[in-house]
């Protein structure tokens, strides 16, 4: 039993280096998180060596005492996290990450070329709610069902749900995908809800990026109105990277009495082997952490800091898509500074900031995104407050300043414009400061 210094110096060193990159950086992904000590030791421990295809009490292998009796609290939790009835609500809790859990819902709601409606990905939404481009039908969402997205609004960036309700009108889609990975304002699940009986659609939430929000009630429930709830466990809720996918009940013979058998057999056999048992313990102890106290604080933090940093930005004169924010993510739009959220993403690298290029919307290009989304739950787990996302804004601006005035004597072109970066005098002085 060597340990893993001992047995792989060089996958050590760099686990090692990642660590360090982690906690010296200011990290500012939108769905990313420092998950607890506690959660990472359930994830590293002697349960990722059990094979359990099935459900609990129903297996395929032997030796599953325990495994059924973690995976039956890791449910139980969640539905206590998200403030549900086992009466109301059950929920499969193997799936891989957030994409299978979305592929297995929409195995479950759907047959193939069924026709489905998400949020289009350069208005914020995710690939597995139906991404195609004009030349590629690009996630299997779109290879195996029939997708129409609709899009939020050119001129303010909130959802257009008057043209979604009339697009659907003439679609008719069988399921109506709400969630977003860069979406900064919350959802109406109640209009949603009355766009999809219109046909007799299914709703279904990919609350991903919100969840640890919904389960703090700091963010609309869209239990009250959806048919079917997915989400990740590992951005704002905080917990190890998967899935899970909540279902609702109902009496026999009514709509929704199925979706639990539905659910169940898309995740296993349909889409998945055995479980990921080290995860699915992992995401109990998350589970845990998210029903406390503390976690409600967390999430309001998280709320407060992403206003902070949206305001502090726009008092420096930058623009904010939709003006500003109502979860952890702000969109920052980089267009009126002529500058690319390629290089922003780049200059930021450099500088030990963390962030991704976005595209905004009405972007004339899907390949050059115009803005870059910022992310507070990271920063807000090792507990930065409104004052020190000041600071960030503060760094941010002085890193957008430097970007745009390398970018005037190298071009447009971003090879010439990271060359610029690596001797970049003030590139250095910020980078010691951040550091
Ligand atoms: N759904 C949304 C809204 C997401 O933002 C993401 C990931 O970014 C996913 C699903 C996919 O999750 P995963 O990367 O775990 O497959």
């Known amino acids: 039993n060597t340990t893993l210094e001992e047995e792989d110096k060089e996958i050590y060193d760099l686990v090692q280096r990642e660590k360090w990159r982690q906690y010296s950086c200011l990290e500012l992904i939108a769905s990313e998180n420092f998950t607890s000590q506690a959660v990472m030791e359930a994830n590293g ?12 009490g129903a297996r395929y292998y032997g030796g ?7 995976e039956n609290l890791c449910r139980k939790r969640a539905l206590e996290a998200f403030h549900l009835t086992p009466e109301q609500w059950g929920v499969n809790v193997q799936p891989y990450s957030g994409s299978t859990a979305n592929f297995s819902a929409l195995t479950a709601l759907l047959a193939p070329h069924d026709r489905i409606m998400g ?15 004009a030349k590629k039908k690009v996630s299997s969402s779109a290879i195996y069902f029939e997708s129409l997205p609709y899009q939020v609004d050119m001129k303010t960036g909130f959802i257009d749900y008057d043209k979604l309700e009339q697009n659907a009108a003439l679609y008719r889609p069988k399921l ?21 009986d219109q046909h007799s659609a299914y709703l279904m939430a990919d609350i991903a990026h919100i969840s640890g929000l919904v389960a703090a009630q700091e963010a609309n429930n869209p239990f009250e109105f959806c048919d079917v709830v997915t989400t990740t466990t590992h951005k704002t809720l905080r917990g190890p990277r998967a899935g899970l996918i909540f279902f609702r009940r109902a009496p026999k013979g009514e709509k929704n009495s199925d979706l639990e058998d539905r659910v169940n057999f898309a995740v296993f056999p349909s889409n998945q082997g055995g479980p990921h048992n080290n995860t699915i313990a992992a995401i109990a102890v998350a589970l845990k952490q998210a029903a406390g106290p503390e976690f409600k604080q967390y999430a309001r933090q998280v709320k407060a800091n992403a206003i902070a940093l949206a305001e502090a930005l726009k008092s420096k004169g930058y623009k904010i898509v939709t003006d500003g924010t109502e979860n952890h993510l702000v969109l920052w739009d980089l267009r009126p ?11 930021c690298d450099y500088v030990n900031i963390t962030l991704n290029k976005n595209a905004v919307h009405g972007d004339s290009s899907a390949l050059v995104p115009g803005g870059v989304r910022l992310g507070t739950p990271a920063l807000t787990s090792r507990g930065f407050k409104e004052a020190d996302f000041e600071k960030v804004a503060d760094f941010l601006d002085r890193a957008a300043k430097i970007a745009i005035n390398v970018q005037k004597t190298t071009g447009k072109l971003i090879k010439d414009f990271v060359v610029a970066l690596e001797s970049n005098e003030d590139v250095k002085a910020l980078r010691g400061e951040v550091e």
Do not use: F
Request: proline share 3%.
């Open 45 to 56: 421990s002697a349960l990722t060596n059990k094979y359990s295809e099935g459900l609990p």
């Open 64 to 70: 599953n005492e325990y495994v059924d009796q973690i």
């Open 119 to 133: 949020l289009d990905l350069p208005s914020g939404g995710h690939l597995t709610h139906g991404y195609a481009t």
């Open 337 to 347: 500074n002529a500058l690319t959220g390629s290089k922003m993403e780049k200059i």
């Open 176 to 196: 109506i995908i709400c969630g977003a990975s860069a979406y900064a304002r919350d959802w109406d699940y109640a209009r949603l809800r009355k766009i999809a």
